[in-house]
């Protein structure tokens, strides 16, 4: 995904001369074109996070449409109260990019991973809250925010995830990738684990279940009526590579009518000094494919 967005940027900022793009130090063999293409328009701030948010915020006062650019966890809950004070609560159209969402830098342990990011975003003021699934959802989320600036927050994978639906216009209601509005059970998926959503979803067709697969790409705000669509189902499953705290599952569950039951895939907190690559540890989180499909047999 991380190669998308940054092909997609370039793309933009040849036809926004207001993009922006300062980095933390990091992102080097992904960010050289966009600087080699815009070098009065690119920054590497360093390793000072909360700075970099700071020049961020400063810059788009002035005009300028800001993305920030660094490994998960370290433009968001390093500088969280930059983005709150600096960004969101004065409206300011800075996009911060977390790449290697959720699990994807499993090998580097706890300290790499984006578990909680969710639950800290979604309570900010102002702030949209995306969460793309594969490189088409990526170029979707860029086109959206570069022709609506704002305080945002988008969550991207680290590199190699496959193109799992086609490309579409970003819509605040779930994407179905898979199935019928009449299956029985819905998964709803956010981020990169969507595709492992997607293996059991067609496993659990072919053993005869009814089943859909929703992706969710865009993950606040959300009104009333976005999330209609799956009120349709009997059962809505939710996957995420995030605590159950301040989650989708939690997010759907708050909203459901009383006729729907919404069970959820998450991390586990217990699992956190846990050390692996990103499927391994979807293994043991129970939120790959084979967790997933035992979740559909309850």
Not at 34 to 48: D, I, M, S, T
Not at 91 to 96: E, K, Q
Not at 214 to 226: Q, R
Request: glycine share 10%; hydrophobic share 45%; charged share 15%.
């Amino acid at each position: 995904m991380r190669t998308a967005f940054i092909e997609e940027l370039i793309r933009l900022a040849a036809e926004n001369p207001r993009i922006f793009l300062i980095v933390g130090d990091l992102g080097f063999s992904v960010v050289e074109p966009f600087a080699k293409a815009f070098p009065e328009r690119f920054l590497n701030a360093g390793v000072a996070e909360q700075n970099m948010t700071g020049v961020a915020a400063g810059l788009a006062s002035e005009g300028w449409q800001v993305f920030t650019y660094s490994i998960a966890n370290f433009p968001t809950l390093r500088c969280y109260e930059q983005i709150r004070n600096d960004v969101c609560y004065h409206n300011l159209p800075v996009t911060i990019v977390a790449v290697g969402a959720g699990l994807s830098y499993g090998n580097l342990g706890y300290s790499h991973h984006a578990v909680q990011d969710l639950a800290v975003f979604r309570p900010l003021p102002n702030l949209t809250l995306l969460s793309p699934a594969d490189p088409g959802e990526t170029r979707s989320c860029l086109q959206y925010l570069s022709a609506n600036p704002g305080p945002a927050y988008l969550r991207i994978g680290k590199a190699g995830e496959p193109v799992l639906h086609p490309d579409m216009p970003l819509s605040r209601e779930p994407i179905r990738v898979l199935g019928d509005g009449d299956a029985a059970t819905a998964i709803v998926a956010t981020g990169a684990i969507l595709q492992q959503a997607l293996e059991a979803g067609r496993a659990a067709v072919v053993e005869g279940l009814s089943v859909a697969v929703y992706s969710l790409p865009w993950v606040s705000p959300l009104g009333a009526t976005d999330l209609a669509v799956l009120w349709c189902h009997q059962r809505v499953v939710t996957v995420e590579e995030h605590v159950g705290a301040g989650g989708i599952g939690e997010l759907i569950a708050a909203r459901r009518p009383g006729t729907v039951e919404v069970h959820s895939l998450h991390a586990q907190e217990h699992l956190a000094g846990q050390v692996g690559s990103q499927t391994c540890l979807w293994g043991q989180h129970g939120i790959d494919a084979a967790g997933i499909r035992r979740a559909l047999r309850v």
